[in-house]
């Protein structure tokens, strides 16, 4: 047995939804560094170095042992939020410390952390 799909039957077009959309939101190009930014939080090993980043700057060393990883895998990973501006890095004498960037993003993912743990 197939599934009836429901279609939208009204004729009434929402022009003030419609027009905020296509003013604000319809730029493709925001909406493709959306889709990024979070593609990038849905792999595993970088939502757990950014959950021991959330109150501590960490070396790899240190990620390494906590994640239970190589330092090679780590830094891969690191170098991917670096990229995407998620972490930025500080040298302090030989270590290089990691951490959230900028307060957004790290305001973002303790959000989703709260929502969850609410739900």
């Keep these: ?40 939080l849905s792999d595993n090993t970088r939502i757990s170095i950014l959950s021991v980043l959330d109150n501590n700057n960490v070396c790899v060393s240190d990620l390494a042992s906590i994640l239970d990883m190589t330092k090679s895998a780590v830094s891969h990973q690191l170098i991917v939020l670096k990229k995407a501006k998620f972490v930025s890095s500080q040298k302090k004498g030989k270590e290089i410390y990691y951490s959230f960037s900028n307060e957004y993003v790290k305001n973002i993912f303790e959000l989703a952390i709260e929502n969850l743990r609410q739900n």
């Excluded at 009434?12 to 419609?18: C, G, K, N, Q, Y």
């Design 1 to 40: 047995m197939g599934k009836s799909i429901k279609k939208c039957d009204c004729n009434i077009l929402h022009e003030d939804v419609v027009k905020i959309y296509k003013k604000g939101f319809s730029n493709s190009k925001l909406l493709l560094d959306l889709s990024k930014f979070f593609h990038l």
